[in-house]
């Protein structure tokens, strides 16, 4: 079985890589997490103008790199070129450690590649990427150890039916939201992951409710982005299978030390 699908796991996912520490959705950051020991890793992909599936989870490029406009106006070599590690700073603009240290935007063959046998949880932030991330997923014969997920409800749908590990759609969120809410038990699932935030905008989201419904039907919960250590062990103590973070150092530490916890010979 998939780790990510254990229902009775207790994971810690590097959300975007280490990205507290190194620029996000880049190699360097997610070599950095699994380094650290990270049970997986979380990015995200979108599709150049040339169709090449490529890590970012900005529509735009300024956020992160020395580029600029949109992701899908650029192609695969435009870039290439980029500073993927220019904008990163870890002390509000004194210092950008990553500045010319030959960081780039890796493509998604590239990554599923570089870590071979690593679980990974994949966001697909446009529709049109779907398509083309699910076919580069099948040429790294990657289907088995990834689980796809999107906030798209286009792309969720082009997702449906093609055999992939896939985490619950926003349309599944919301009604297990109100099934947790009213005590209504959960239905029968489509999905084999249920992804959720502690908070959403000014709401509090009822994890621990969503994690026993869920538990019944066999099928594992993972909370995004949690980088406070008390929110990670209530929500461990709760449940919860599995947690992305930005910080996955912090988080194994805190995971490795809880009641219960496996010995890293009982984790390999």
Same mark, same amino acid.
């Given at each position: 079985?998939? #780790?990510?699908?254990?229902?009775?796991?207790?994971?810690?996912?590097?959300? !975007?890589?280490?990205?507290? +520490?190194?620029?996000?959705?880049?190699?360097?950051?997610? !070599?950095?997490?699994?380094?650290?020991?990270?049970?997986?890793?979380?990015?995200?992909? !979108?599709?150049?103008?040339?169709?090449? *599936?490529?890590?970012?989870?900005?529509?735009?490029?300024? !956020?992160?790199?020395?580029?600029?406009?949109?992701?899908?106006?650029?192609?695969?070599?435009?870039?290439?070129?980029?500073?993927?590690?220019?904008?990163?700073?870890?002390?509000?603009?004194?210092?950008?450690?990553?500045?010319?240290?030959?960081?780039?935007?890796?493509?998604?063959?590239?990554?599923?590649?570089?870590?071979?046998?690593?679980?990974?949880?994949?966001?697909?932030?446009?529709?049109?990427?779907?398509? *083309?991330?699910?076919?580069?997923?099948?040429?790294?014969?990657?289907?088995?150890?990834?689980?796809?997920? #999107?906030?798209?409800?286009?792309?969720?749908?082009?997702?449906?039916?093609?055999?992939? +590990?896939?985490?619950?759609?926003?349309?599944?969120?919301?009604?297990?939201?109100?099934?947790?809410?009213?005590?209504?038990?959960?239905?029968?699932?489509?999905?084999?992951?249920?992804? $959720?935030?502690?908070?959403?905008?000014?709401?509090? $989201?009822?994890?621990?409710?969503?994690?026993?419904?869920?538990?019944?039907?066999?099928?594992?919960?993972?909370?995004?982005?949690?980088?406070?250590?008390?929110?990670?062990?209530?929500?461990?103590?709760?449940?919860?299978?599995?947690?992305?973070?930005?910080?996955?150092?912090?988080?194994?530490?805190?995971?490795?030390?809880?009641?219960?916890?496996?010995?890293?010979?009982?984790?390999?």
């Amino acid at each position: 079985m998939l #780790s990510l699908l254990d229902p009775s796991a207790r994971l810690v996912i590097a959300h !975007r890589g280490n990205s507290m +520490h190194a620029p996000e959705d880049t190699l360097e950051s997610l !070599r950095q997490g699994v380094s650290l020991g990270a049970d997986g890793i979380e990015f995200d992909v !979108r599709l150049s103008a040339d169709g090449v *599936p490529v890590l970012m989870h900005d529509p735009t490029l300024e !956020r992160t790199t020395d580029g600029s406009g949109l992701v899908g106006a650029h192609t695969l070599a435009q870039l290439r070129k980029l500073d993927a590690g220019y904008r990163f700073t870890r002390d509000g603009g004194v210092t950008y450690p990553y500045r010319g240290q030959g960081v780039r935007i890796p493509t998604l063959a590239e990554v599923l590649d570089a870590f071979p046998a690593l679980p990974c949880i994949i966001e697909i932030k446009a529709p049109e990427a779907t398509v *083309p991330a699910m076919r580069v997923i099948d040429q790294c014969a990657a289907r088995e150890r990834v689980l796809i997920g #999107s906030f798209s409800a286009e792309a969720h749908a082009l997702l449906e039916g093609q055999e992939f +590990h896939i985490t619950a759609s926003k349309r599944d969120v919301t009604r297990l939201f109100w099934r947790a809410v009213l005590g209504i038990p959960a239905g029968t699932p489509t999905y084999q992951a249920c992804s $959720v935030p502690p908070r959403w905008k000014w709401l509090r $989201v009822p994890v621990l409710r969503f994690v026993r419904l869920l538990r019944r039907r066999g099928i594992p919960t993972h909370c995004w982005t949690v980088n406070d250590p008390a929110v990670a062990r209530r929500l461990w103590a709760g449940g919860v299978n599995a947690i992305l973070s930005d910080d996955p150092g912090t988080m194994i530490a805190l995971r490795d030390h809880l009641p219960g916890a496996p010995s890293a010979v009982e984790r390999r």
